[in-house]
T-cell receptor
Framework: GAGVSQTPSNKVTEKGKYVELRCDPISGHTALYWYRQSLGQGPEFLIYFQGTGAADDSGLPNDRFFAVRPEGSVSTLKIQRTERGDSAMYLC??????????????FGPGTRLTVL | RKEVEQDPGPFNVPEGATVAFNCTYSNSASQSFFWYRQDCRKEPKLLMSVYSSGNEDGRFTAQLNRASQYISLLIRDSKLSDSATYLCVVNNAGGTSYGKLTFGQGTILTVHP
């Protein structure tokens, strides 16, 4: 079946602009996660959703970052007033549910964001 | 101190070699543990979960030592296709929710002919 998909695959924007990154999880997966990965580092947690609600947004770096999942499926990560330091690979993952200890998270191919 | 620490390597080994990666985590309340593999310019994929009793999957063996807060991955009979970055991952590292995976920096492995 189809895996997690993310669009766009690449996004180049100018400092100060607004961007939206989209994630389509695996069908039927109730939990959805956003991570950010900088070069040479492991992914860094941003936020996760169980259904439509954000169960944990402790990783969002500041109030310029916001994510929604209005119908419990597709999610959009929104970044306002982008800064050069926001440049990174943004990864989305989904899992069948969030409550189990050994839940496999399936990652999408990511959106590479470059802020000039 | 980082929540999950790994030796970044790189490790360069010949085909057929045995290689071991180590990882330490700082939160004693962490409850589940994984190794993910990430190929160059690709997304991370689950390699194996790590259970308290230790577990093996073919050429791969994972061990967990809760007392020392230490996780290891052993790869036997290395193949060229094992070349990748290996990410040590802890769940519930912050003690706040089960959804949050905390990743180490990753260890780069290159297997050469």
């Amino acid at each position: 079946g189809a895996g997690v998909s993310q669009t766009p695959s690449n996004k180049v924007t100018e400092k100060g602009k607004y961007v939206e990154l989209r994630c389509d999880p695996i069908s039927g997966h109730t939990a959805l996660y956003w991570y950010r990965q900088s070069l040479g580092q492991g992914p860094e947690f941003l936020i996760y959703f169980q259904g439509t609600g954000a169960a944990d947004d402790s990783g969002l770096p500041n109030d310029r970052f916001f994510a929604v999942r209005p119908e419990g499926s597709v999610s959009t990560l929104k970044i306002q007033r982008t800064e050069r330091g926001d440049s990174a690979m943004y990864l989305c993952a989904s899992s069948a549910r969030a409550g189990a200890l050994y839940n496999e998270q399936f990652f999408g191919p990511g959106t590479r964001l470059t802020v000039l | 101190r980082k929540e999950v620490e790994q030796d970044p390597g790189p490790f360069n080994v010949p085909e057929g070699a045995t290689v071991a990666f180590n990882c330490t985590y700082s939160n004693s309340a962490s409850q589940s543990f994984f190794w993910y593999r990430q190929d160059c310019r690709k997304e991370p994929k689950l390699l194996m979960s790590v259970y308290s009793s230790g577990n093996e999957d073919g050429r791969f063996t994972a061990q967990l030592n809760r007392a020392s807060q230490y996780i290891s991955l052993l790869i036997r009979d290395s193949k060229l296709s094992d070349s990748a970055t290996y990410l040590c991952v802890v769940n519930n590292a912050g003690g706040t929710s089960y959804g949050k995976l905390t990743f180490g920096q990753g260890t780069i492995l290159t297997v050469h002919p």
